[in-house]
C-alpha cells in the first residue's frame, strides 16, 4: 500500500516536527491503517515506514539484512542526495561515523570506545559530572524566578559535559553549539547557517558541508595535539586508536568526533528541556517524583520516550525479504519512525500521558541492536544527576510563554522553554 501524501508530507516536513501535534496523528493514523507501507513525499524517492514497535526491532536486530551504510543514513531529497555525492564523489556520506558502517568495520570501530562508554568507566566521571549539574542548578537559582530553561540550562549542561569528556576546551563550547545546531537545525531559521527560511535542498547540503568543514578543521587540530599529548580524555582514544593495527581513516575519525560532538548534547539537552517543560504543565506528576527521588529513574525513561529527540535513521534491505506481511525489495530504503514506536498503543498504555510512574517502560528512543546508541548510559547518567540536585531544590515550576520545538526531520525536541520558577 501506498501512504496517502498528506500524511507521506508530514512525517518529513520539518515545520510538522516544530509543531508536534500533526506528527502524533500522522504516526496514529499510519500504526492503525498502514503500519508498513511506502511513503512518496514530493521530492524524496519511496521509502517503507516501519511505525509500529514490533517492526522496528525486527529491523534493528537484523543488521546484516537491513544495511545503515548502503545508501542515505537520513531522509534525504533527491536534489540533496545529488549534491552530496557530486561532493564526495559518489558516496551518500559527507563522513564515516558508525551510524553509517556496517561489519566488519562497525564491529570493529565501535569496540574501540565501547569499553569508555559502559557504566563501569563511567562512573569515576560522576563526581565532576555532579559538580558540572550543581554549577547549573546554581546558575538557575540565580536567574530569579524566571528563565528560558532550554537555553539556560538545557543547552548548557550536556554540552559541558560531553565536551569535558572529549576534551574540548569551554571556550570553544559556545561554536561547538552552534556548529551542532547549524548540523540538525538546517531547515529552521532560528538556527541553521544564513537564518534563512525554505532554503532548497541543495542550498541545505551546501549549509551544512560548510558546517561539517568547520568541524573537520576543528577536530584535525585536535587529533595532532592528541597523537604528540595523549590525555585521559576521548580525542585521546579516537586520535590514538588503532584498527587492524593502523590509525583511523580521516573520515572514519572526523566521523566519530562529530557524533560524540553532536549526538553526544543536542539529543540529552532536548531530552531535558522537553521534561521540564512536561513536568511544567503536570503539577501532579511535578508533586509526584519531587517527593518520591526513587522515581527519577522512570521519569528518565518516560522523558526519553516523550521527546523521542531521534526521529528517525534509515535502513536499506541487503536482499529480498518479507516483514510484517510485507514483501521488501533488495536495496528498499526503509524509516524507522521512533516516534511512533515510542507512542504505539500495543505497547504503551495511554501512550500519549506522561506518566513518571509508567513501569515497565519499553521505549526505543536510543534504538535498539547493533547500532544501539553508545551513549545511552552517559546520556541516563547526566539526566539523572541533574534531577537528583535540581528536584529537591524547585518549590514550584510553571510555563510562563509557549515553548517551542525546532523545525527538523531528523534530532528535534524543543528550543525555547520559558518558565515560571521557584526555588531555595
Ligand atoms: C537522550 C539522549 C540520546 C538519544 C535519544 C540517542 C539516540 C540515538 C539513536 C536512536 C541512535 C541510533 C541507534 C540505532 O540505530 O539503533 C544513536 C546512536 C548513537 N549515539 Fe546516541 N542518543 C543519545 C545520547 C547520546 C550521547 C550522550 C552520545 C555520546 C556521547 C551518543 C552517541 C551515539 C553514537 C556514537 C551512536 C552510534 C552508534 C552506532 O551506530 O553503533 N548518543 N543514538
Not at 514490533?54 to 537484523?62: H, N, P, W
Not at 541553521?192 to 534563512?196: D, G, Q
Not at 548510559?377 to 528536584?391: N, P, T
Given at each position: 500500500m501506498r501512504i496517502p501524501e498528506d500524511v507521506a508530507r508530514t512525517i518529513v516536513s520539518p515545520r510538522a516536527y516544530g509543531a508536534g501535534a500533526p506528527v502524533d496523528e500522522a504516526f496514529t493514523w499510519l500504526r492503525r491503517e498502514a503500519p508498513l507501507a511506502v511513503a512518496v513525499p514530493p521530492g524524496y524517492s519511496p521509502f517503507?515506514?516501519?511505525?509500529?514497535?514490533?517492526?522496528?526491532?525486527?529491523?534493528?536486530?537484523?543488521?546484516?539484512?537491513?544495511?545503515?551504510?548502503?545508501?542515505?543514513?537520513t531522509l534525504t531529497p533527491i536534489e540533496a542526495g545529488k549534491q552530496v555525492m557530486k561532493m564526495t564523489g559518489?558516496?551518500?556520506h559527507l563522513v564515516r561515523a558508525l551510524?553509517?558502517?556496517?561489519?566488519?568495520?562497525?564491529?570493529?570501530?565501535?569496540?574501540?570506545?565501547?569499553?569508555?562508554?559502559?557504566?563501569?568507566?563511567?562512573?569515576?566521571?560522576?563526581?565532576?559530572i555532579r559538580e558540572l549539574a550543581r554549577?547549573?542548578?546554581?546558575?538557575?537559582?540565580?536567574?530569579?524566578?524566571?528563565c528560558d530553561f532550554a537555553r539556560d540550562v538545557a543547552f548548557l549542561y550536556p554540552l559541558r559535559v560531553v565536551m569535558e569528556v572529549l576534551g574540548v576546551p569551554q571556550i570553544d563550547e559556545p561554536r561547538m553549539l552552534t556548529l551542532t545546531q547549524e548540523l540538525f537545525g538546517s531547515a529552521d531559521p532560528d538556527v541553521?547557517?544564513?537564518?534563512?527560511a525554505d532554503l532548497d535542498p541543495a542550498e541545505r547540503v551546501r549549509e551544512v558541508q560548510a558546517t561539517v568543514v568547520d568541524f573537520m578543521q576543528y577536530f584535525h587540530a585536535m587529533t595532532e595535539d592528541r597523537r604528540k599529548n595523549p590525555r585521559n580524555d576521548l580525542a585521546s582514544v579516537i586520535a590514538n586508536g588503532q584498527i587492524d593495527g593502523k590509525p583511523l581513516g580521516h573520515l572514519e575519525?572526523?566521523?566519530?568526533?562529530?557524533?560524540?560532538?553532536?549526538?553526544?548534547?543536542?539529543?540529552?539537552?532536548?531530552?531535558?528541556?522537553?521534561?521540564?517543560?512536561?513536568?511544567?504543565?503536570?503539577?501532579?506528576?511535578?508533586?509526584?517524583?519531587?517527593n518520591d527521588p526513587a522515581l527519577i529513574a522512570n521519569l528518565i525513561e518516560e522523558s526519553i520516550r516523550w521527546v523521542t529527540p531521534v526521529k528517525h535513521f534509515m535502513r536499506s534491505a541487503t536482499a529480498d525479504t518479507e516483514l510484517a506481511g510485507q514483501k521488501i525489495g533488495k536495496g528498499d530504503w526503509m524509516m524507522l519512525a521512533y516516534p511512533s514506536g515510542n507512542r504505539d498503543e500495543s505497547v504503551f498504555d495511554r501512550p500519549f500521558d506522561f506518566d513518571v510512574t509508567r513501569a515497565p517502560n519499553k521505549q526505543l528512543a536510543f534504538g535498539y541492536g547493533a547500532h544501539v546508541c553508545l551513549g545511552q548510559?552517559?546520556?541516563?547518567?547526566?539526566?539523572?544527576?541533574?534531577?537528583?540536585?535540581?528536584?529537591p531544590r524547585l518549590q514550584s515550576v510553571e510555563l510562563a510563554g509557549e515553548p517551542k520545538n525546532v523545525e527538523a526531520n531528523f534530532v528535534s525536541g524543543p528550543k525555547t522553554v520559558p518558565i515560571r520558577y521557584k526555588m531555595n
Open positions: 517503507w515506514v516501519v511505525a509500529r514497535h514490533a517492526d522496528i526491532l525486527a529491523v534493528e536486530r537484523q543488521n546484516d539484512l537491513f544495511h545503515n551504510g548502503d545508501t542515505f543514513t559518489g558516496s551518500p551510524v553509517q558502517m556496517d561489519n566488519p568495520d562497525h564491529f570493529a570501530y565501535r569496540r574501540l570506545t565501547q569499553a569508555w562508554f559502559m557504566p563501569q568507566n563511567l562512573r569515576q566521571l560522576e563526581a565532576r554549577h547549573f542548578v546554581d546558575h538557575m537559582a540565580s536567574l530569579g524566578g524566571t541553521n547557517r544564513s537564518k534563512v575519525a572526523m566521523g566519530y568526533y562529530i557524533i560524540a560532538a553532536t549526538a553526544g548534547h543536542d539529543t540529552t539537552s532536548a531530552t531535558t528541556a522537553g521534561t521540564l517543560w512536561a513536568l511544567a504543565e503536570r503539577p501532579d506528576q511535578f508533586a509526584k517524583v519531587k548510559h552517559l546520556a541516563r547518567m547526566e539526566m539523572r544527576i541533574l534531577w537528583e540536585e535540581l528536584l
